[in-house]
């Protein structure tokens, strides 16, 4: 895993957001869990790219 930190509040909400669901539903896609943390916290598109990336390397 990269070393890489959230910089922004929205986007660290988001990857709390997606690790929750992860361990509510573990059999949801974690591409359509960032698809929908990008929208429900209103990332950028750079924050969504790097929320997608942080996700398919595992929380």
């Known amino acids: 895993m990269s070393n890489a930190q959230p910089q922004g509040d929205a986007l660290k909400k988001a990857i709390e ?8 539903s573990p059999d949801t896609s974690v591409t359509q869990l960032a698809n929908d943390a990008a929208l429900r916290f209103d990332l950028s598109p750079k924050d969504s790219e790097f929320l997608l990336r942080f ?5």
């Open 17 to 24: 957001w997606v690790s929750e669901q992860r361990q509510k």
């Open 55 to 59: 996700v398919k390397q595992g929380l």
